[in-house]
């Protein structure tokens, strides 16, 4: 593992070159042991003498030891409100969110660079071969967009690495500190079991206290997006009555 960042279009990788260039990163690993992964907290000190826009800034981790035939599949998010459901994972072809790693791009026109998959703020991979599943997320998001890409090797077969990296456009002066948002690191058998345990840890990191019947709501902007008016709304909240009668839960019923 190892940190990196982007300057004026330029990356840095390793403590030695960005503190060449006025940089010196500052990383500590929290609860070491705990349920649901290692915390990393990062921090980023300008010991230059002028102030530097920082675009980008991150940590570099590789995949876990290289075997033969991996087969390497992340978990999909498909917008379906972060449900994915309850499969057997030995039943891949069924499950719509774990999709092979490989033949992703950034962009269509992205044509330098190798096929890979991006996710936002967390990304999951499990590897049918070996049965190894590996969580990589960040449990804020305070400047820009956190990512998480997955890149694989020139010949496509395994994981090269895996970077979480944070978009800034930041400018921090001479002795100023910029602090990155916390990292969790966690491994297991069971990627649905290292997300239900990372959905704990933000849980218990921004103090939430989920304490009375959850508020269930619509999104319109997938189907509808500015088209949405009086009677779309209308015409939905009597589809979701007829057809779904509300939810065997207890919930608070809000439109």
Known sequence: MKAFISIEGKRLEGARSMVQAGIQPLMKAVNKRSKGGR??????KNIGTKKLLIEQAGLVFLPPAKKKNRQWRVFIDRGECGWCGVKELDALELNTHL????????????????PFHRSSLQSVIWDMKSRQSLLIGFLRQRHGENMVD?????NRKDILKIEALQTFEVEIAPNEVLHLDPIIISKGKDPYVLLEQFGDLAQQYHGRVFNEPPIVGMMTW????????????????RLIKDIFDGYPQETNKIM
């Open 39 to 44: 915390r990393y907290e990062m921090s980023i």
């Open 222 to 237: 997938y189907g509808y997006r500015t088209a949405i008016d009086e009677d779309i709304i209308l015409e939905n909240t």
């Open 99 to 114: 999709r092979p790693v490989m033949g992703q791009r950034v962009s269509e026109d992205a044509e330098d660079t190798l």
């Open 150 to 154: 997955i890149v694989p090797d020139e």
